[in-house]
C-alpha cells in the first residue's frame, strides 16, 4: 500500500476516535497495541453511525500496526460489529434457546408488525433496524433484547411498545 493511501485511510479515524483508542492502547503492554482491536472497532463504528466499511477496518489495521485480515477476522466473528448501514436505534433480538422458549418468538413478530421490517432490515424513516442474535447472556430475563446499549428483560408486547416510544 502506498503511503499516500496509507495515509487517507488513517484520516478516517477522527481526532476524537483515535484519542479514545489510544487511552485502550495505553491499557496493554506497548508492543501489543493489536490487543486494543475490539474496542478500537467498536470506536469507528459508532463514528461511522454505527457499521463499519473495510476502509475503516483497514484504518485500524494501520493504526494498531497489525495485519487487515487480523481487523476483518474479529469484526465478522463478533455479532456487535455491523458490515452495512443500521438503523439510529440497533435492536438485537435473542432467540436462543431460553429467549426462545420464554416467548421471543412473539417478540419478534410483535417487532415485526410494529414496524414493518424483518431481520436485516432499515425502517423507512431510518429510525430502527432489527438484528438476530444468538445470545445476549441474559437468560433470567427471558425474552430479552437490546436496544443500542440498553437491556430490556421478560418483555411483553405492551414493554416493548413503551420502549419503542420512548426512544427519538
Known amino acids: 500500500m502506498s503511503q499516500h493511501m496509507s495515509q487517507s485511510k488513517l484520516q478516517l479515524i477522527t481526532d476524537e476516535s483515535r484519542t ?4 485502550w492502547i495505553a491499557k496493554y503492554p506497548a ?3 493489536e490487543s486494543a482491536c475490539m474496542p478500537a472497532l467498536r ?4 463514528q461511522n453511525g454505527g457499521w463499519l466499511t473495510n476502509d475503516l477496518m483497514d484504518a485500524v489495521a494501520e493504526y494498531l500496526d497489525m495485519p487487515a ?13 455491523e458490515h452495512k448501514p443500521v438503523g439510529r436505534h440497533k435492536i438485537c433480538v435473542c432467540t436462543n434457546i431460553s429467549c426462545l422458549l420464554c416467548g421471543s ?17 432499515i425502517t423507512e424513516d431510518g429510525k ?12 433470567a430475563g427471558a425474552p430479552m ?19 419503542l416510544d420512548s426512544l427519538e
Open 43 to 46: 470506536i469507528v463504528q459508532e
Open 69 to 81: 485480515i487480523a481487523v476483518y477476522e474479529v469484526a465478522t466473528f463478533y455479532s456487535m460489529y
Open 128 to 139: 430502527f433496524s432489527l438484528k438476530e442474535v444468538e445470545c445476549l447472556g441474559a437468560c
Open 145 to 163: 433484547l437490546q436496544i443500542d446499549r440498553t437491556y430490556h428483560e421478560n418483555l411483553t408486547p405492551e414493554k416493548i411498545d413503551a420502549i
Open 20 to 23: 479514545e483508542i489510544d487511552q
Open 105 to 121: 418468538e412473539d417478540v419478534v413478530k410483535h417487532l415485526n408488525e410494529k414496524l414493518g421490517i424483518k431481520f436485516g432490515e
Open 31 to 33: 508492543d501489543h497495541k
